[in-house]
């Protein structure tokens, strides 16, 4: 398991803080070699991600993705706004007026916040599914600019198409492709024209993100519920996109909400370090969370989301930080419950590494589980379609319908996830960690943990391609096995892993996309001790098997 480091929870050396000045020089001056892969585009389950100092997103791979994503809308027949957001990492101004150029010279409408601010990714999806409504033609799509919770050195680019969720593999590597084919060609073919006449040429327009989404969280939240119950609620933006939204949200419905830090900084100082010593806004890190932690006991519930405001991190006066999988099956225990006008067929939605208390929870309603690989792609037709009534995931990302059962993001959406903890306390008088430890009581109690194993990238590949076959598991902690899957049951998707299951526990690993590690998440519904020997034999069968 890797190593916590002794600066972790703690706050941040001013001498570790990254270089902003240098940081944005290195995104304009630096160029990328197409030839090297560290350096080229590319597209993970959160699109393109990096940082200028490790020339991984600099100019050149805004420019050349945007004109790929320009290339795109023109094959498919998009001519709609393009709604357009960042958050607040050093490198999303830069990049922002670096595809602000390329949109205009394409002559794309694109809509750029009108009080030049931060947009969360939520609400580009409530845009985008906003202005799509009821059209079959001129349809919008988006982009947001957000590495998510990465360090403060990073930055990211990503796409929704109309469906307003993020993009799938099939768009994802066409725009990787063409990006990296500009960039080897010299930038030639990426149109471009100087930021200052971009800013005014007539397809850029200035948009209100804040207005309707706050408008809109009522029918989503029973904010009238919230205010009359008189919740006291903690709130910390992490110093990220949702900063600005909180106070129009707390005077639109008059709900008694504290924001307890509304400092934007692109070091991220006022962050404590997170498990390896390093600043990432991470809100379901108890490190990254220390601060709003602390001050638990002066709300009746807490919370916080990370920079792009996709997701949530609970604080409970009752225990503190809820781990992520306690929080999604709480909210899905509560919102079936009190959604009345929900369909009877609207399913749940869950990715094959979140817990197992899920699925106990999801048979206590009566309602169908949809198990998934890892990534919130997997539940953008569900959501749109209203045929999932909560979609979420093990990292702390969920989305859910509107209380008549229309969708309202099929992104992930940090900022009803909170409101929702507080929704939870105002109707039942407990908050989500006793409405658990209630669940807990009637279908058992779930260890959970992820741990991360060192692992060859050959050993990865080896990982990837592991069936039943070769691992040859009959037991696992002195449990018969039950099953094993490389494919996730609700879709038949593969996951780029192996799970093991057995009647009280079960694991999963998969290889890392960035780093020399695989991933075990393993749960038991016993003890910890009996958790310690899945994780075990997991790594001694993994190893075998290599």
Same mark, same amino acid.
């Given at each position: 398991?890797?190593?916590?480091?002794?600066? &972790?929870?703690?706050?941040?050396?001013?001498?570790?803080?990254?270089?902003?000045?240098?940081?944005?020089?290195?995104?304009?001056?630096?160029?990328?070699?197409?030839?090297?892969?560290?350096?080229?585009?590319?597209?993970?389950?959160?699109?393109?991600?990096?940082?200028?100092?490790?020339?991984?997103?600099?100019?050149?791979?805004?420019?050349?993705?945007?004109?790929?994503?320009?290339?795109?809308?023109?094959?498919?027949?998009?001519? /709609?706004?393009?709604?357009?957001?960042?958050?607040?990492?050093?490198?999303?101004?830069?990049?922002?007026?670096?595809?602000?150029?390329?949109?205009? &010279?394409?002559?794309?409408?694109?809509?750029?916040?009108?009080?030049?601010?931060?947009?969360?990714?939520?609400?580009?999806?409530?845009?985008?599914?906003?202005?799509?409504?009821?059209?079959?033609?001129?349809?919008?799509?988006?982009?947001?600019?957000?590495?998510?919770?990465?360090?403060?050195?990073?930055?990211?680019?990503?796409?929704?198409?109309?469906?307003?969720?993020?993009?799938?593999?099939?768009?994802?590597?066409?725009?990787?492709?063409?990006?990296?084919?500009?960039?080897?060609?010299?930038?030639?073919?990426?149109?471009?024209?100087?930021?200052?006449?971009?800013?005014?040429?007539?397809?850029?327009?200035?948009?209100?993100?804040?207005?309707?989404?706050?408008?809109?969280?009522?029918?989503?939240?029973?904010? +009238?519920?919230?205010?009359?119950? /008189?919740?006291?609620?903690?709130?910390?933006?992490?110093?990220? +996109?949702?900063?600005?939204?909180?106070?129009?949200?707390?005077?639109?419905?008059?709900?008694?909400?504290?924001?307890?830090?509304?400092?934007?900084?692109?070091?991220?100082?006022?962050?404590?370090?997170?498990?390896?010593?390093?600043?990432?806004?991470?809100?379901?890190?108890?490190?990254?969370?220390?601060?709003?932690?602390?001050?638990?006991?002066?709300?009746?519930?807490?919370?916080?989301?990370?920079?792009?405001?996709?997701?949530?991190?609970?604080?409970?006066?009752?225990?503190?930080?809820?781990?992520?999988?306690?929080?999604?099956?709480?909210?899905?225990?509560?919102?079936?419950?009190?959604?009345?006008?929900?369909?009877?067929?609207?399913?749940?939605?869950?990715?094959?590494?979140?817990?197992?208390?899920?699925?106990?929870? &999801?048979?206590?309603?009566?309602?169908?589980?949809?198990?998934?690989?890892?990534?919130?792609?997997?539940?953008?037709?569900?959501?749109?379609?209203?045929?999932?009534?909560?979609?979420?995931?093990?990292?702390?990302?969920?989305?859910?319908?509107?209380?008549?059962?229309?969708?309202?993001?099929?992104?992930?959406?940090?900022?009803?996830?909170?409101?929702?903890?507080?929704?939870?306390?105002?109707?039942?008088?407990?908050?989500?960690?006793?409405?658990?430890?209630?669940?807990?009581?009637?279908?058992?109690?779930?260890?959970?943990?992820?741990?991360?194993?060192?692992?060859?990238?050959?050993?990865?590949?080896?990982?990837?391609?592991?069936?039943?076959?070769?691992?040859?598991?009959?037991?696992?902690?002195?449990?018969?096995?039950?099953?094993?899957?490389?494919?996730?049951?609700?879709?038949?998707?593969?996951?780029?892993?192996?799970?093991?299951?057995?009647?009280?526990?079960?694991?999963?690993?998969?290889?890392?996309?960035?780093?020399?590690?695989?991933?075990?998440?393993?749960?038991?519904?016993?003890?910890?001790?009996?958790?310690?020997?899945?994780?075990?034999?997991?790594?001694?069968?993994? +190893?075998?098997?290599?």
């Amino acid at each position: 398991m890797t190593a916590q480091n002794p600066a &972790a929870g703690k706050p941040v050396d001013p001498a570790s803080l990254v270089n902003v000045p240098r940081l944005v020089t290195a995104y304009f001056t630096s160029k990328p070699d197409p030839a090297d892969p560290a350096q080229r585009v590319a597209f993970g389950t959160s699109g393109h991600r990096g940082s200028s100092l490790k020339n991984s997103f600099n100019e050149n791979h805004i420019l050349a993705t945007t004109q790929a994503i320009c290339d795109h809308r023109r094959e498919t027949g998009l001519t /709609g706004p393009l709604f357009i957001g960042i958050d607040t990492h050093a490198l999303a101004e830069p990049a922002l007026a670096s595809a602000v150029e390329v949109f205009a &010279a394409n002559g794309v409408d694109i809509m750029i916040d009108e009080r030049g601010g931060y947009t969360p990714t939520p609400v580009i999806s409530h845009a985008i599914l906003s202005y799509n409504k009821g059209r079959t033609g001129g349809l919008a799509d988006g982009v947001v600019v957000t590495p998510s919770h990465n360090p403060p050195e990073d930055g990211g680019y990503k796409y929704n198409p109309p469906h307003g969720g993020p993009a799938d593999t099939d768009v994802t590597s066409k725009v990787e492709k063409a990006a990296n084919a500009y960039m080897a060609a010299g930038m030639k073919d990426v149109a471009r024209m100087p930021y200052e006449r971009a800013r005014k040429a007539p397809s850029t327009h200035l948009h209100d993100y804040i207005g309707p989404y706050v408008a809109d969280l009522g029918n989503a939240v029973d904010m +009238a519920l919230i205010k009359s119950a /008189g919740v006291r609620i903690g709130i910390d933006p992490l110093g990220g +996109a949702a900063v600005h939204y909180w106070q129009p949200i707390i005077e639109h419905y008059g709900i008694d909400a504290v924001v307890v830090n509304e400092a934007v900084d692109p070091t991220f100082r006022f962050m404590t370090a997170d498990w390896d010593g390093k600043i990432r806004m991470d809100c379901s890190s108890p490190f990254a969370m220390a601060s709003l932690i602390q001050m638990r006991d002066k709300f009746d519930v807490a919370f916080a989301n990370d920079t792009d405001a996709d997701r949530h991190g609970i604080v409970t006066r009752s225990n503190g930080l809820m781990n992520p999988n306690h929080f999604l099956a709480a909210a899905i225990a509560y919102l079936f419950e009190h959604r009345p006008q929900w369909s009877r067929q609207a399913a749940i939605g869950k990715t094959i590494v979140s817990s197992s208390i899920i699925d106990r929870v &999801a048979r206590k309603l009566n309602r169908n589980l949809v198990e998934t690989p890892v990534g919130f792609k997997w539940f953008v037709e569900g959501l749109g379609a209203g045929a999932f009534g909560f979609a979420g995931e093990e990292s702390a990302g969920a989305s859910f319908l509107k209380k008549d059962g229309s969708v309202w993001t099929t992104d992930k959406d940090g900022v009803v996830m909170g409101l929702l903890a507080a929704e939870i306390l105002g109707r039942t008088g407990r908050d989500p960690s006793q409405l658990f430890t209630g669940l807990t009581a009637e279908l058992g109690v779930p260890y959970y943990e992820r741990i991360d194993v060192p692992a060859t990238p050959k050993q990865k590949n080896a990982l990837k391609a592991l069936g039943p076959e070769q691992l040859d598991m009959r037991e696992l902690a002195g449990e018969p096995v039950s099953a094993v899957r490389t494919k996730a049951p609700g879709n038949d998707q593969s996951f780029g892993g192996i799970k093991v299951e057995t009647g009280m526990g079960w694991f999963a690993a998969r290889p890392s996309g960035t780093e020399d590690v695989y991933k075990i998440y393993a749960e038991s519904f016993r003890d910890q001790n009996h958790l310690k020997l899945i994780q075990e034999d997991a790594q001694r069968a993994i +190893a075998k098997a290599f």
